[in-house]
């Protein structure tokens, strides 16, 4: 659950902070008073790429930070594969400095664009008129079903096998590289070690 929202110098906006509570909220407003960059600021905030153009006083950095309540978010694993901290209360936070370059924090620490916007799109879903419902993504589908067919934990177990394994094959082809390289220099060593016994040296 979106908890607030904060945005500064961005577009339009200067500074603002808005608090949202459990329920219904609705933000009412004339043509032009800001409620599409309001959610154009939860956008960013939530992985959609940005440049200098978003920035109202280019002289000065955007920052837009989104606190959510993701305690009853299936989100653990998420945070554990990207080495993440967990936090119940969630902070994500955007910057856009002044060169136009982005930056992106899960709790303080920083992420990629796409950890962000991975994120982002398991903690809301904005609808407008040329967006892609959550309903038409291979993904949510397939927790759909899994959901439906109360085999969550299930998947998970499997999921975290799954990863386990991934890992150890891995490890396995460094392993059979390493091997490899031994092997080579071990012959070349028992080739220079002939050579000098056929030579047959004596020191003087």
Do not use: W
Not at 181 to 197: A, G, H, I, P, R
């Amino acid at each position: 659950m979106l908890q607030s929202l904060k945005v500064k110098n961005f577009a339009l906006i200067s500074d603002v902070e808005l608090f949202f509570d459990q329920g219904m909220n609705i933000i009412t407003g004339e043509t032009g008073a800001g409620k599409s960059i309001l959610i154009g600021a939860l956008g960013l905030a939530l992985g959609n790429r940005a440049d200098l153009s978003s920035l109202r006083n280019k002289e000065d950095k955007c920052v837009i930070e989104a606190t959510f309540d993701i305690s009853n978010y299936d989100l653990k694993s998420f945070f554990h594969e990207f080495d993440l901290d967990y936090e119940p209360i969630t902070l994500i936070r955007r910057e856009i400095t002044t060169s136009g370059k982005s930056r992106a924090f899960i709790n303080d620490t920083p992420v990629n664009l796409k950890e962000l916007n991975d994120l982002g799109s398991q903690l809301i879903e904005i609808h407008s008129q040329y967006d892609n419902l959550q309903l038409f993504k291979k993904e949510f589908q397939f927790y759909s079903l899994d959901a439906l067919a109360d085999a969550v934990e299930l998947f998970q177990m499997f999921s975290g096998n799954y990863k386990s394994y991934r890992a150890q094959l891995k490890n396995l082809e460094t392993l059979r590289i390493k091997q490899a390289e031994l092997t080579k220099e071990s012959s070349f060593n028992q080739f220079l070690f002939d050579e000098l016994t056929v030579a047959e040296l004596e020191k003087i």
